[in-house]
């Protein structure tokens, strides 16, 4: 996780944009704000292994469905990146609502997802919020979690990766409800700061526990 | 005989002497037990003749355990309905031939005719050597080419009843027939035996080849468990050895068992040798065969996404174009046709209906198809539709329907469904309003929200700022006062903060 503390102030983020579409392509590259520079675009899995490898931007846009490879798609570009997982973030972006792409894609080590209807505003936000180390939940990705790890606070002696807090809890709920992450700091009288370090915890269990019913639930859904 | 209808399936009875053979049959025959065991000792005398019936009946008629277990997972086999096919009771004609067969001696074979499913059983083992199996497997043959053609043949004698019985009487007739030529011999009649017995085994080895065959074709080649299809290929196998053993036998004339089994061997290394040649041929077709049927299933897949997209995605961009100008029918034409696809691509056929969070999802799209607003639904567990959740619905509809008129922009719905509750979520961002400022005529918040939820014993809340507005929706379960008072404790801890 690293964090710039710099970002926005005059320096510049650098994106590599990965998807088989390349009007898709242009298309997000226009919308991305003056904060990011796009270095390199990609269209299959090996291409992108290849330009993140040969810029090392720091963050990657990666669509979920890739063609080329072994079939993986972008989990499969983000397990080949693996040795840059340390300076490069991973933001996916998908057309699909389905759990499995979603949540495949985020245990592989993505950083966060966001929808490929989200607007141009939403996205520059998103790419400088992964920049900045943090995670991006989308509402729908809130309820995969909820639903993943249930809906009951954690207790003392459940292993802390098996559960959520009581505030992480309340915080993926108004995520879910469609509240923004300043919102989420206003309703629960915390700072935004706040809001992402326990959306960050949220993200790290959901790439790390290998609780049981998440097992379970991911097998259901053909996760695993 | 006739009269009896409901003849208990032969079993071997628990009331036993020594294996349970004659009360079973005597069951089954509706005889007194005491007659049968004393004609089966009667008939040993006559050339062992008895023990060899009892010892047949012995290993091939179930308990009465087993015939149950066996009767509760039958299998629906199309190859041999003769051996899966449930003890039907035997009447009338089945009966007499069953008396007729045991009163006219006491050949091994009889009991071909009462046994009904065991005797084909019996016909695996055949071609050994001695009279009797070369009868038993002759007979089964026989009867077998009866039924083959019998289907146009005794169509009309055997109509009222199932075609398996033919194939059973029939057999049994050919056993008698075998009975009838033993006993001529006895009496010092001359039998061409010589050339009986090798016509018989070219006859019974057709007629199972064949018979395999017509019922290959009649079950369909398509859809067979492998199971079928290997039992199929013993009997066809055991058909072919049948005929060409009886071929050779007869062309060797009354030659000797060495020419016999020399020609024998010679015969199946030809057999060999030609399948040898033609088995790659045999593969390929096969294989062509295969590719070409998964070919037109793929084509078929084809033409159904095709159509499809042609009646859904492509309707829609004519439309997008001829709207061009407006930017409000654009996208809710956009939206509504990603819906439409997303639900064709990702729906699980196998879910049924019915459920809360389907009902929340299906009138999302209705407000979004009105106008013109996404509606982003996010579901967290689900439960049954009861009347009180058709209130909850109705009372989300109309939210939904506020928040898409006066919030614009894209709404955001929540349903969260656990076992002590569900609460469903609507959030706008829009101007926001002031409920207190809201004309009593107006219906729709206080009556169709707030009035609806609270007659149905839930709750609604509603907050409203220059942000946007917040419906919260809570209906807690009828049957859960645990879970009630856990969610009114979180939902006081809400309205704290």
């Known amino acids: 996780?690293?964090?710039n503390p710099d970002t926005g102030a005059g320096r510049t983020v650098r994106v590599v944009i990965v998807d088989d579409h390349t009007i898709f392509r242009s298309g997000l590259k226009a919308d991305l704000d003056a904060r990011m520079h796009v270095v390199g675009e990609a269209g299959t899995v090996e291409e992108a292994i290849a330009v993140i490898a040969g810029t090392r931007p720091e963050v990657v846009l990666l669509d979920v469905h890739l063609p080329g490879g072994l079939g993986g798609g972008g989990r499969e570009v983000i397990a080949g990146s693996a040795a840059l997982l340390g300076t490069t973030s991973f933001l996916a972006l998908s057309v699909s609502d389905a759990a499995e792409d979603v949540v495949s894609v985020i245990r592989a080590g993505a950083r966060g997802y966001v929808t490929k209807t989200i607007?141009?505003?939403?996205?520059?936000?998103?790419?400088?919020?992964?920049?900045?180390?943090?995670?991006v939940f989308s509402p729908r990705l809130a309820g995969f979690v909820l639903d993943a790890f249930g809906t009951a606070p954690?207790?003392?002696?459940?292993?802390?990766?098996?559960?959520?807090?009581?505030r992480e809890l309340e915080v993926m709920r108004l995520i879910a409800r469609g509240y923004s992450y300043k919102e989420v700091a206003k309703e629960l009288f915390i700072s935004i700061k706040t809001v992402e370090t326990h959306v960050s915890a949220v993200l790290r269990k959901l790439q790390l526990s290998s609780r049981h019913e998440l097992t379970k639930w991911a097998a259901e859904r053909r996760l695993l | 005989m006739t009269?009896?209808?409901?003849?208990?399936?032969?079993?071997?009875?628990?009331?036993?002497?020594i294996a349970g053979v004659c009360s079973g049959l005597?069951?089954?025959?509706g005889w007194p037990v005491k007659f049968v065991r004393l004609g089966m000792i009667l008939a040993c005398f006559a050339g062992g003749a008895g023990v060899a019936f009892y010892a047949w009946l012995w290993t091939m008629v179930p308990t009465a355990d087993e015939s149950a277990k066996r009767n509760a997972r039958r299998p629906a086999s199309p190859?041999?309905?003769?051996?899966?096919?449930?003890?039907?009771?035997a009447a009338g004609v089945g009966g007499a031939w069953v008396s007729k067969a045991y009163d006219a001696g006491p050949a091994p074979a009889v009991p071909g005719g009462p046994s009904g499913g065991v005797a084909p059983a019996a016909a695996g083992p055949a071609g050994g050597?001695?009279?009797a199996q070369a009868g038993a497997s002759s007979g089964y043959g026989a009867a077998s080419v009866d039924d083959w053609w019998g289907g146009s043949a005794?169509?009309?004698?055997?109509?009222?009843?199932r075609i398996q019985y033919g194939k059973e009487i029939l057999l049994g007739a050919a056993l008698l027939l075998v009975a009838a030529i033993l006993i001529a011999r006895q009496f010092g009649v001359d039998v061409p035996l010589g050339t009986l017995i090798p016509a018989a085994a070219i006859l019974g080895g057709a007629a199972i080849a064949w018979m395999q065959l017509d019922e290959t074709r009649r079950a369909g080649l398509l859809d067979k468990t492998k199971a079928d299809q290997a039992g199929g290929w013993v009997r066809l196998a055991a058909g072919l050895a049948l005929v060409v053993a009886g071929v050779l036998v007869m062309v060797s004339g009354s030659g000797s068992w060495e020419q016999t089994w020399l020609a024998l061997l010679a015969s199946v290394a030809v057999l060999g040798g030609v399948a040898l040649v033609l088995l790659p041929w045999g593969l390929k077709f096969w294989k062509d065969l295969e590719t070409e049927r998964a070919g037109r299933v793929r084509e078929t897949e084809r033409a159904e996404i095709a159509a499809h997209l042609h009646d859904s995605v492509l309707q829609t961009l004519a439309l997008i174009q001829r709207r061009a100008g407006s930017e409000q029918d654009v996208i809710r034409l956009a939206r509504a046709q990603e819906r439409e696809l997303r639900a064709w691509l990702f729906s699980d056929a196998a879910k049924e209906s019915g459920l809360l969070a389907d009902r929340i999802k299906s009138v999302a799209a209705e407000v979004e198809d009105s106008h013109g607003h996404a509606v982003e639904v996010v579901t967290v567990g689900d439960t049954d539709m009861t009347d009180r959740h058709e209130a909850l619905v109705q009372a989300a509809r109309e939210a939904m329907l506020n928040a898409a008129r006066h919030g614009g922009g894209t709404v955001s719905v929540y349903l969260e469904s656990t076992a002590g509750s569900t609460e469903i979520f609507i959030k706008d961002r829009g101007p926001g309003f002031d409920l207190d400022a809201v004309p009593e005529d107006r219906l729709g918040v206080k009556e169709s929200i707030i009035g609806r939820m609270k007659r149905h014993g839930g709750t609604a809340t509603i907050t409203s700022s220059s942000d946007g507005t917040e419906v919260r929706l809570g209906l807690p379960s009828v049957n859960a006062d645990a879970g009630e008072q856990r969610n009114n404790e979180a939902r006081n801890g809400e309205a704290k903060q």
């Open chain 2, 26 to 29: 005597a069951d089954h025959l």
């Open chain 2, 79 to 89: 190859i041999a309905p003769a051996v899966s096919l449930p003890p039907v009771p």
């Open chain 1, 119 to 135: 607007s141009g505003k939403e996205i520059s936000d998103a790419v400088i919020r992964v920049a900045d180390g943090d995670a």
């Open chain 2, 3 to 17: 009269t009896a209808v409901q003849r208990p399936t032969l079993v071997r009875s628990s009331d036993r002497m």
């Open chain 1, 1 to 3: 996780m690293t964090i």
């Open chain 1, 154 to 166: 954690a207790d003392i002696a459940d292993d802390e990766l098996d559960r959520l807090s009581a």
């Open chain 2, 154 to 161: 005794l169509a009309s004698w055997f109509s009222f009843r």
């Open chain 2, 129 to 131: 050597g001695s009279s």
